[in-house]
């Protein structure tokens, strides 16, 4: 099918005033990132709509491409054709022998280029007899048509479409400031990131790095999920603290069951800095209620107590398949199964605590200069951006 155009539905509903400028402004823009590479395309935007005009090029890659913007609610292919009756007859009756095994369908046609001589009332008989008169399986179905051909005449001519896609919805990235996304190299921190930008923030992230226990392989595979991200998020910054030290000394001196806690501690310290440094403004996790000792209510409790910043974690209720699932459709799964060791893994207690308390984490750090190696590994850190 001979698309010339792409039509980006929104979520109008929910937005109103200066908010739907600011959504409208930025979903543009990122769509505009996200077809970089096609330089003849265009978007344009028109009555809360908006066109992606696709000039020489398929369809088919930038609809694929359009499914991971956010903020977009659904979109459909369009042919622009002159606003003449014929020439609309014939579209209609393309678009509907573009889509085999299809028979029933419905026309609606909307007038809003009032110098149009015809009205809709009669529009939609008119292209409605023409399919069927061409197409012999074809039959009207006015309630569950399997295609809806809508005709819009405009203007600028008349658009007629396919049919419609749903988009992932959620915000436009960029319009809900900026967040930490604390990442480790397994399966649900990168889901949680996306769930993140879902909402329309821009994530940063943040990785403890424990170099020669861990090996360059596995912060590569940091680095390569960050990479995967910017799929959906344009751009990511992320920031590789060294945690060596840290985990040495807790090894050194504190009880070894609470090891863990102390080592998320440690963390919640250290992204908390960063996070104020850069002016993010939660921290989210890809914490899960129960599914390890770590992330029962008692260490969340205990590992919370450190920091004031709102520590978000978008998989809590979630089980491990339904996180897989994301993790698949995502693309970050089969980076995450990698067997390299992460931090975490490298110094697992053979009996981690499941329930923690404050107060004997307290006592067992104040075997450690915290301050101090909090403050070291902060100047340790090193930037790297990803981009699309
Ligand atoms: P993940 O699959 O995200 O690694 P997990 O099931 O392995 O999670 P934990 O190891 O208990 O769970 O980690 C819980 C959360 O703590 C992670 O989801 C992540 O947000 C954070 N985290 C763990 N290790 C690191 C790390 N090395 N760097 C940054 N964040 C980490
Ligand atoms: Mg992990």
């Keep these: 099918m001979n698309w010339n155009v792409i039509l980006i539905r ?3 509903l929910s937005l109103k005033g200066r908010n739907q400028k600011l959504f409208e402004d930025r979903l543009i823009r990122n769509i505009r990132e996200k077809l970089k590479d096609y330089e003849s395309v265009r978007v344009t935007r028109e009555h809360g709509r908006l066109f992606v005009e696709l000039g020489e090029h398929p369809a088919e890659p930038i609809m694929e491409l359009l499914k991971d913007v956010f903020g977009i609610v659904s979109f459909s292919p369009a042919i622009r054709i002159n606003s003449q009756i014929e020439e609309m007859e014939q579209t209609a009756a393309n678009i509907f022998s573009s889509y085999p095994g299809i028979s029933t369908f419905k026309v609606e046609s909307r007038r809003a ?4 001589p015809i009205r809709t009332g009669e529009i939609n008989p008119r292209i409605g007899s023409y399919i069927l008169d061409h197409f012999p399986h074809a039959k009207v179905d006015v309630h569950h048509p399997e295609l809806e051909i809508k005709v819009e005449v405009r203007i600028k001519g008349t658009y007629i479409y396919g049919k419609e896609t749903a988009g992932v919805g959620g915000l436009p990235v960029g319009t809900s400031g900026k967040v930490l996304l604390m990442l480790s190299g397994g399966i649900d921190s990168p889901v949680a990131g996306y769930l993140a930008l879902k909402r ?3 994530l940063h992230a943040i990785h403890f790095h424990s170099h020669p226990f861990t090996s360059e392989r596995a912060k590569q595979k940091v680095l390569d999920l960050s990479q995967t991200l910017t799929r959906f998020g344009g751009k990511i910054r992320l920031y590789v603290v ?3 030290h840290i985990q040495t000394e807790i090894r050194k ?4 069951n609470y090891s863990i806690t102390i080592m998320r501690r440690m963390m919640l310290r ?3 800095k960063v996070a104020k440094q850069y002016d993010l403004k939660a921290l989210f996790t890809g914490e899960s209620l129960g599914q390890v000792a770590s992330q029962t209510l008692e ?3 205990a590992i919370n107590d450190v920091t004031t910043i709102p520590i978000l974690r978008p998989l809590i209720s979630m089980d491990k398949t339904e996180i897989m699932q994301i993790a698949k459709k995502i693309g970050t799964y089969e980076t995450s199964i990698l067997p390299y060791e992460d931090c975490c893994t490298v110094f697992v207690p053979e009996q981690p605590k499941t329930k923690p308390t404050i107060k004997v984490c307290e006592r067992e750090e104040q075997k450690m200069e915290v301050e101090e190696l909090v403050s070291e590994a902060v100047e340790g850190i090193e930037i790297v951006d ?3």
């Design 253 to 256: 001196h504190c009880y070894e």
């Design 299 to 301: 260490s969340l409790q």
């Design 113 to 116: 280029d009032k110098r149009f």
């Design 270 to 272: 250290i992204a908390e």
């Design 10 to 12: 929104y979520g109008e």
């Design 242 to 244: 060294p945690f060596t």
């Design 386 to 388: 990803f981009h699309l």
């Design 200 to 202: 329309g923030v821009e």
